[in-house]
Structures are given as C-alpha cells and as structure tokens.
C-alpha cells in the first residue's frame, strides 16, 4: 500500500512540474496576431479578466482563461494599466504583461516648428497620425475659448516642440499642452529680462520674439536682430519688417513681397505704423524669446542679408546702403532685399 501512494505521488509531482514547464514555455512563446500590428485598448476599470479577454476580441490566437491564468500566476495582475497600446509580432504573454505593467502606450509624436503660424499648426495637427480631430469644424476663435482664452488671438501661444501622444489622444489635449508649455516659457524669459527694455509686457516680449524669429537665418544672429528692433522700438523708428507685412496679407501672399505690397495698410504693416504690431506672427522658439528680452548690445538700427543666412548689420542709414549694393545686387528691384 505504502509504495502504492508513493507512486502516486510521484506520478502527480510529475504531472505537476510538466505542467509547469509547459506554462513556462508557453509564456515565453511568441502569440499569433492577425496583423503585424494590433491595437488594443484597455479602459480604466477594466479586470484582469477583461483584459484577457480584450486581448482575444482582437484577432489575437490565444485561449483568453489561459491568459487570465497567466495573468494572475504572475502576481502583477492588479499592476495592469489602461491605455492604448500597439502589439506588434513577436510580442509574447510575458511581454505582453510587461507592457501593460509598465503601461508603454503606443505613441506617436508630432513636431510643432519654430516659425510656423497657428493655420500651420492646424493644417498638422489635422494630418497626425491618431490624433482624434476634437476641434475639427470650430473657429479659431472657439478653440481659445475652450483653452480658457477668450477674445485672445491664437497666434505665437503654443510652444515649438516635439510632442509625444498616445493613439486615440485629441488634438485638443496637445493644444492645450502646447499652449502651457509657451506660458511657461514665456514667464521664464520675462523673469530674465534685461532690465531697461521698450517692452511694458510680456505679450509684447512675445510679439518681438516672432518677429526675431522670423527674420533669423542663423542663430549667430538672433541676439543682434533683436537689438536692432530693440533699438528701433527706443527712438520711435518704424520696425519695417518684411515678415510682419506678409504675415498682414494671409492667403493673398503668393511667395513674393513687392513695393505695393509695402503701401498697403493693414494692422500688421510696420512699414506704415510705428511699434509693435498688434500680435505676434509665428511661434517662436526659447531661443527667440531670450534674444527679444537679453538683446545684444549694440547700436545697429539696419540689417541686410548676405546671401548665406547671416546678416550685415548697421547704424547708419548711409551705412546700410552700401551693405545693400554690396550683397543685394543683382535683385529684383520691386522686392525688398532686408533691413
């Protein structure tokens, strides 16, 4: 009787460790999608269980008790996040665990550059790749409104950056997140204002750094194109720069800026109006903000393009005409050549 028990024994401890060196071969064993990519989302709340189950609702082969089981064997199964995330061949049920563990949503990321305008930013923010379009079919306008911005113009109020969103994100939470990363940005330069500046605010300081950043070819250069308008803005000199006129024009600005162009009023015409136009015309970068408030010292009041992307610098009208023969011959004579 006795060596019968002890057989039985062994033969359930056999049972029992063959079983678990199948589950520890099954684990690791990569799971069959049914595409190179599954999405799978996990909604807050959602079982342990659940997930198992979600996890097979996608097309993926596997026996989702099995999964549970493995789930819960772990020890991390209440560790499991919601989220969006991405299963891409090869992924195994440990893996698998680790990523919802870990909470590694699927991302993708959209590149908001230095010098754009905000119908830029809403033209790339319509083409990324799974960002729900929530403001799609609303004003300008409306969407400041839903920022807690009434009455504010949209434009330069949302950082240059590379933003990284989960799939299913909306374009909103990006906005929003763009929008508080450039009121940061913005404080910060205000604080490090040199001191004595033509700038009561620092939505002014804001207005002139778009401006800097668009007149910049080279970073070399930014400081000292910041002091030429900071220098202007101190004698009342009209800041006539291109940029602000184009931006003035909108849709009917056609690549090329031409004398008449130059004569025709609009708010942000600063060949005919003196100061600072009445917003700014791109969103600058930190770089441009810390030039518009820590300009160069220096007495330069023209500027001109070389040809290379620096820019020739004077403080004398006479000065700067000859810098313009020099570097700008040969141009079209109803198109301005630069400061």
Avoid: C
Avoid at 265 to 273: A, K
Wanted: net charge positive; no cysteine; glycine share 8%.
């Amino acid at each position: 009787m006795r060596r019968f028990f002890l057989t039985l024994f062994l033969l359930a401890a056999f049972v029992v460790l063959g079983a678990g060196a199948a589950g520890l071969w099954w684990v690791n064993q990569p799971l069959k999608l049914p595409a190179p990519n599954v999405d799978l989302s996990v909604e807050p709340g959602t079982t342990p269980r659940g997930i198992a189950q979600a996890v097979a609702d996608t097309g993926v082969d596997v026996p989702p008790q099995l999964l549970y089981l493995w789930f819960r064997f772990s020890g991390q199964d209440r560790q499991m996040r919601a989220g969006s995330y991405e299963l891409e061949r090869g992924i195994t049920p440990r893996l698998l665990l680790n990523v919802l563990v870990r909470g590694e949503e699927a991302t993708r990321s959209l590149v908001l550059v230095e010098g754009w305008n905000f119908r830029q930013v809403r033209a790339a923010l319509a083409k990324a790749d799974q960002l729900k379009p929530d403001t799609l079919g609303q004003t300008d306008e409306e969407v400041m409104t839903r920022l807690g911005r009434p009455g504010m113009h949209p434009e330069g109020r949302f950082f240059p950056d590379t933003y990284t969103y989960s799939k299913g994100s909306t374009d909103f939470a990006l906005l929003q997140r763009a929008m508080r990363a450039m009121d940061r940005k913005l404080e910060a330069a205000w604080a490090a204002r040199a001191a004595d500046l033509p700038l009561k605010t620092p939505d002014e300081a804001l207005i002139l750094a778009s401006i800097v950043e668009k007149e910049t070819g080279k970073a070399q250069d930014r400081s000292e194109i910041a002091a030429v308008f900071i220098n202007r803005l101190r004698i009342g000199m009209p800041l006539q720069t291109d940029p602000t006129v184009i931006y003035g024009m909108g849709a009917r600005f056609d690549g090329n800026l031409r004398k008449k162009d130059l004569q025709t009023d609009s708010p942000w015409n600063t060949y005919l109006r003196n100061g600072l136009p009445p917003t700014p015309i791109a969103m600058p970068g930190k770089a441009a903000l810390l030039a518009a408030v820590q300009p160069a010292q220096s007495k330069s009041l023209y500027f001109v393009s070389r040809g290379d992307g620096t820019s020739q610098f004077s403080s004398s009208l006479d000065e700067h005409n000859r810098a313009v023969n020099r570097y700008q011959r040969g141009a079209d004579p109803n198109q301005r050549s630069g400061q």
